[in-house]
């Protein structure tokens, strides 16, 4: 069965390569381009333009979407930590001199911009009586020595509790939609080389209810517990 599918964002790249082969799969796939992120969408890819930031901007994405795909079947939010550290509007909070400063805006974007967004997906899918959310966090890569060493005094401390934080909010949408039509999915990464087993876990239908789980991207099928 062919899926409408939105996915964010543009940043994240293996936000891209799931639109990429859901696309190729016969799938019809947006992805959101945030403002600030400065992340262009691949050609062939279709893109809707969102503001982190924004409340207005999360409420009027659900709208643009099925504008543009008729439908949205599936929304996947993805938080990658080492792709957003790279970002020119967040890398400055890796700064001493600059964290204070930008700390807030990376809050907003990062806590507050993701919150409205599945919020806005959760009541939706709610009210139609159908639809899914997948939250995909990708796990940090594990440093070397040197690396580390390196970089204790430039940790972003203000995305490193974004990052806790959109665990926690994946979470907590689960289990406030654990009696409700839509469905809710938690999975972890560990980058760009799982894309082919998410675009798999996305496409296919699931019909797993209760208390949600985080699976572990191939580990022992799609509904397991790690």
């Known amino acids: 069965m062919s899926l409408s599918v939105l996915i964010a964002d543009a940043s994240v790249p293996v936000a891209v390569s799931l639109a990429s082969a859901l696309t190729s799969g016969g799938h019809r796939a947006a992805l959101l381009s945030s403002v600030s992120a400065e992340s262009p969408v691949p050609e062939g890819l279709q893109a809707i333009p969102w503001n982190r930031q924004s409340l207005l901007s999360a409420r009027t994405v659900p709208v643009a979407a099925v504008n543009l795909l008729s439908s949205v079947d599936c929304a996947v939010v993805v938080f990658d930590y080492d792709a957003f550290s ?42 139609e009586g159908k639809g899914r959310i997948v939250f995909a966090l990708v796990e ?19 995305l490193s509790v974004a990052e806790g934080a959109f ?4 979470e907590e949408i689960a289990a406030s939609c654990e009696r409700s039509p839509a469905q ?13 087993w998410l675009c798999s876990f996305v496409a296919s239908p699931t019909a797993q209810r209760g208390p949600a789980r985080w699976v572990k991207a191939g580990k022992g099928g799609f509904f397991s517990k790690f």
């Open 86 to 127: 790279r970002l020119p509007s967040v890398v400055e909070g890796s700064r001493p001199d600059r964290a204070a400063a930008v700390s807030a805006g990376i809050v907003d974007s990062y806590v507050t911009g993701y919150a409205h967004l599945a919020g806005e997906f959760a009541g939706r899918f709610t009210r």
């Open 140 to 158: 940090r890569k594990v440093p070397s020595e040197e690396e580390r060493l390196s970089q204790n005094d430039r940790r972003n401390v203000a």
């Open 167 to 170: 665990e926690r909010l994946a």
């Open 184 to 196: 809710v999915s938690l999975v972890k990464l560990e980058g760009d080389c799982d894309k082919d």
